[in-house]
């Protein structure tokens, strides 16, 4: 697994003060009231947003989840050999597998939680994930994604590398 970006890095360690300051959060509710709507953005928490803000150690163990299950799908779509468009299979293949992840079965829960477990024990998110834990992941990703899902990211690949060409080479378009 590779480390995360010190940009990245940081904004999480911000986002993290934020959500922990109550002076912050009821600047943003204040500014909703004022513009007389819901500015939310991201993820729809519902009901249960203000129990997730009020929870920082979930905040912190939900990212560190997304962060192996979206590392496992880059190295699943890198074991592919997609080359120089292995970015828009990851992009599609992203958005489609945090959709599919909003209302995980409680099996694919189950899966998720015994690899958080498991990393949870080790000092940094930098620590390679074990062999069992990568397994475990590969299969939570074929699970969850559908076959159409996997057409949909090749398909998506594959369009890029043709517009590539055609940008390289200056070829004509074709329907």
Same mark, same amino acid.
């Given at each position: 697994? @590779?480390?995360?970006?010190? %940009?990245? !890095?940081?904004?999480? *360690? ?10 912050? +959060? %009821? #600047? /943003? ?8 709507? !819901?500015?939310?953005?991201? &993820? ?15 905040? &912190? ?5 997304? @962060? ?10 890198? !074991? ?14 992203? !958005?489609?597998?945090?959709?599919? *992840? $909003?209302?995980?079965?409680? #099996?694919? $829960?189950?899966?998720?939680? @015994?690899? *958080? #477990? ?6 940094? =998110? ?8 990568? /397994?475990?992941?590969?299969?939570? %990703?074929?699970?969850? *994604? ?10 998506? +690949?594959?369009?890029? =590398?043709?517009? &590539? ?8 378009? @074709?329907?």
């Amino acid at each position: 697994m @590779t480390s995360q970006d010190p %940009l990245q !890095n940081q904004a999480a *360690l911000e986002l993290m003060a934020r959500l922990r300051d109550p002076k912050w +959060a %009821l #600047e /943003a509710a204040r500014i909703e009231d004022e513009a007389n709507c !819901n500015m939310s953005a991201g &993820h729809d928490w519902g009901d249960l947003l203000g129990q997730f803000m009020a929870d920082p150690d979930g905040f &912190h163990q939900y990212s560190r989840l997304q @962060t192996f299950v979206l590392n496992q799908l880059r190295q699943l779509l890198t !074991n592919y050999e997609l080359g120089a468009r292995l970015g828009a299979a990851h992009v599609l293949g992203k !958005n489609l597998l945090m959709q599919r *992840l $909003q209302q995980p079965s409680p #099996e694919v $829960q189950t899966q998720l939680k @015994t690899v *958080l #477990e498991e990393n949870s024990a080790k000092d940094s =998110i930098d620590v390679p994930l074990s062999a069992t834990a990568q /397994a475990t992941l590969n299969q939570v %990703l074929r699970s969850v *994604l559908t076959p159409d899902d996997w057409e949909t990211i090749s398909a998506a +690949a594959a369009t890029a =590398i043709q517009q &590539h060409i055609r940008h390289t080479l200056t070829l004509p378009k @074709t329907a």
